[in-house]
Each structure stands twice: as structure tokens, then as C-alpha cells.
């Protein structure tokens, strides 16, 4: 799995880095690596305990609205471009984010919801977006059946979504959520769970941000004991510091990994 997302980089980064012509010694880091950032900021000090989804239309290139400067978006975006740095990649980061905005109504603000035409896709993507979507409700467990119901539209609307991000020539990178503990069957499981099925079903998304943070529960329904718990707040949902990096170093080395080995041209 990781050699296929390594793959898929490394395609994407062909276009980013200028294409894969020119000499076996030009250099991984000589063009800095342009990416968009949509969703909920994912480096964070406060807790939030409903997260709505924060996205930017984006069915045409140049329809990116103005960034929101909060503390969470500096500091994601500095935090990402500082690790990405610090494995030799300059990159230019605008973060896209709108607040209460939720992707359901993004997706039905063109065209009826209805997804592009497959003679619309473009081959090679030209920019790279990573994007940290949420359900509207992150708190009530996925076993209850309107957050099932929930589920099933985000599912939907991702595929929509992600469709017309690559007709816009943008390839699309979804931060992994990380597990919860506040019920084995948390909300973040389930937005876990329609992310996976959008992918299974069409959706063009490559996976970056795993933490391996990961829960056992027993037969009551209490989480098993384990270092990871101490990690995640007191409502068993917040990461704490220690959790949101290992996040970003997770993204960063997936990102620039693929980027050094497509301008490298291997």
C-alpha cells in the first residue's frame, strides 16, 4: 500500500516539479512545491468537540477564496512547511479553509451536485491539494443511524468533490483521521469509514497522516488501557500536542518523499 501512495506521488509530482524531462543531476529542491490545504486545520491547541467541515470551491483552478488567518491555519501551515523544510523541500503552502461551510454544500453549489464527465478528467494533475475533512457531527458514534445517513452523503459528495478537484488538475491527498477512543464506534471511525468507501467507489484520493495511534475495547465497551489514551484529552478526541505532530511528520515524509523521487526521476 505504501508503494502504490509512493507511486501516485511520484506521478503527480511530475507536473508539480516541471515534468520528468532534463538531466539526471538537476536538483529535487531547485522549484519550490506549491500545495493547498482545505479542511479542518489539523494542528490545533484548542479542542473542538463538533468540527463542520471548512473547504474552498475548487471546481475551476482559479476558484480558491482568500485563506482564514486563524491561530489553528498559521500554525498547521507553518508546521507542515517547517517539517517539509527540514527534509530538504521548499514549499509554498495557501491554506483554503471556510468556516461553517460544509462539503455537502459546496458540492450542491454547481451543477446540482451532479459529477463531472469522464472526457472532462485531465490526465496529469498540476497542483497538489491535502485536505482534512470532517462530518458536521464528530462527536455522535457512527453506529447511530443519522450519522449512518451522514456517512453515506459524505461519501457521495467526496467522490463529487475529489472529481472535480481533478478536472481542475489537482490531485488530491486526505489526511487519515486519527482513531478515537471515546467509543469503539466513534465518529471518527465512521469518517474514516466514508472516506474509504468514496475512494473504493471512484473517488481520486491518495492518503497521508497515518499516526498509528489505535484503540482495543472490551466486551463492556470501555477502551483497553494504553499509552495512546493519555494522548487524547479528556473527552477521548482531541490529540493532544505529541499526536498532531507525529501527524505532520507522517504527511511531510509522504509528501516529500514522492516529490525528491519524481524530480530525481527515479
Not at 126 to 135: A, D, G, H, R, T
Not at 144 to 169: E, N, P, Y
Not at 249 to 261: L, R
Request: proline share 6%.
Amino acid at each position: 500500500m505504501i508503494k502504490m501512495m509512493v507511486a501516485a506521488l511520484a506521478s503527480a509530482s511530475l507536473v508539480a516539479c516541471g515534468g520528468g524531462g532534463g538531466s539526471s543531476n538537476s536538483q529535487p529542491t531547485a522549484k519550490a512545491l506549491t500545495i493547498s490545504m482545505y479542511g479542518k486545520p489539523f494542528v490545533s491547541g484548542s479542542p473542538a468537540p463538533v468540527a463542520r467541515a471548512q473547504f474552498s470551491l475548487i471546481s475551476n483552478a482559479e476558484a480558491a477564496a482568500p485563506a482564514t488567518s486563524s491561530p489553528d491555519t498559521q500554525a498547521t501551515v507553518q508546521a507542515l512547511k517547517d517539517a517539509l523544510a527540514s527534509r530538504g523541500v521548499t514549499a509554498n503552502i495557501t491554506a483554503q479553509v471556510m468556516d461553517g461551510t460544509t462539503l455537502h454544500q459546496i458540492v450542491m453549489g454547481e451543477n446540482n451536485g451532479l459529477p463531472p464527465t469522464p472526457d472532462q478528467f485531465k490526465l496529469d494533475p498540476s497542483e497538489w491539494m491535502i485536505v482534512n475533512f470532517q462530518l458536521d457531527d464528530m462527536v455522535t458514534p457512527a453506529s447511530d443511524a443519522t450519522q449512518q445517513a451522514a456517512m453515506a452523503q459524505f461519501t457521495q459528495d467526496l467522490i463529487v468533490f475529489s472529481q472535480r478537484a481533478a478536472v481542475a488538475g489537482k490531485a488530491v491527498f486526505v489526511v487519515v483521521p486519527v482513531f478515537t477512543c471515546d467509543t469503539e464506534n466513534s465518529a471518527a471511525g465512521g469518517l474514516w469509514a466514508a472516506t474509504n468507501k468514496a475512494f473504493i467507489n471512484g473517488a481520486p484520493l491518495r492518503f497521508v497522516g497515518q499516526t498509528g495511534i489505535s484503540f482495543g475495547f472490551s466486551a463492556l465497551g470501555t477502551v483497553n488501557p494504553s499509552p495512546d489514551v493519555v494522548h487524547m484529552g479528556a473527552d477521548c478526541r482531541t490529540p493532544d500536542a505529541y499526536v498532531q505532530n507525529l501527524r505532520v511528520q507522517s504527511i511531510a515524509d509522504t509528501i516529500a518523499q514522492g516529490y525528491k523521487e519524481a524530480a530525481s526521476g527515479k
